[in-house]
């Protein structure tokens, strides 16, 4: 049984095997190589362990071994290609629906990231244990724009500058007046001059103030965390020591998140021959 409908699976490989390098193998002199396993089945495996978890040992099979999914993932992390793919989504969506870029919310997620590694420190809320901390940057509509990685023990305003400044990576024509949503954390001197700079306004919960969320427009990214942390195992408890894999992890989680809010939001405003019968 696959782990995401196909409806959203076939269109993300169709994009990503558009971005793959073009590889060409030599054939081996006494012909006696084994084939190179597919792309294709690489990349299922790990959208499989993104959405289950677990160790490559238990998600590999005679199809597939741990080694080939390491090598292949850091083969496409070298190429940047689940940055890629996240972009892509996002250009799509802004085409078909339109991004919401004039409201814009950041908030910081803490995980669990047991075997420490890169990104990582001391969580506050997890009685010191490990942990890391995902600074996101979402538009009105809580689609995960862009990401800074950090331990658990960093704090969300100074990380609010290198979120931010993520944005600029996409190259989206920005509207004249932003909005920069922001919880109780980030209720500073700092912040203020720095949405300044930015030329952002921003709404700024006050600490000591207790505001119920659906009452301000933060509501939304509490919903992306959501859909990363129970909807992505291999996000909520992070066994990957390295930055870039981390980071590729999320990029590709972000990209399923796009697709199919993509699929949710054009079923009842397009037809096309691969439209599911039901609303996704």
């Known amino acids: 049984m696959p782990v995401l409908p196909a409806s959203i699976t076939d269109p993300l490989w169709e994009q990503f ?19 190179r396993i597919p792309d294709r089945v690489v990349f299922d495996k790990l959208l499989a362990r993104l959405v289950l978890g677990g160790t490559y040992q238990q ?18 992390i070298a190429h940047s290609l689940f940055e890629r793919l996240h972009q892509l989504a996002l250009e799509a969506y802004d085409n078909a629906i339109g ?35 995902r600074s996101v940057l979402v538009d009105g509509e809580g689609l995960p724009l862009g ?8 704090n969300d305003s100074p990380l609010l500058r290198p979120t931010l400044e ?22 500073s001197q700092p912040t203020r ?28 990214i509490e919903r992306t965390n959501s859909w990363h942390n129970r909807g992505f ?17 999320v990029a590709l989680a972000s990209a399923v998140i796009v697709i199919r809010r993509l699929l949710r939001r054009a079923w009842t405003a397009y037809r096309w021959d691969a439209r599911p019968a039901r609303r996704p």
Request: aromatic share 4%.
């Open 17 to 35: 095997q558009v971005l793959l390098p073009n590889r060409a193998v030599a054939a081996h002199p006494l012909g006696c190589h084994r084939p």
């Open 59 to 76: 998600h590999a099979d005679h199809t597939c071994s741990a080694t080939t999914m390491r090598a292949r993932r850091d083969e496409w």
């Open 99 to 133: 991004l919401d870029l004039e409201n814009l919310v950041v908030d910081g997620c803490i995980v669990k990231a047991p075997g420490g590694g890169q990104n990582t420190g001391r969580s506050p809320v997890d009685r010191g244990k490990s942990g890391l901390k």
């Open 147 to 154: 990401w800074v990685l950090a331990g658990a023990n960093r």
């Open 166 to 187: 993520t944005l600029h990576l996409f190259g989206f024509r920005l509207p004249p007046a932003i909005t920069v949503h922001l919880d109780a954390g980030y209720d």
């Open 193 to 220: 001059a720095l949405l300044e700079e930015l030329g952002c306004a921003g709404r700024i919960t006050p600490k000591g103030q207790s505001a119920p969320i659906n009452h301000t427009h933060r509501w939304v």
């Open 233 to 249: 195992k291999a996000l909520a408890i992070v066994t990957d020591r390295r930055a870039v894999v981390q980071n590729a992890w």
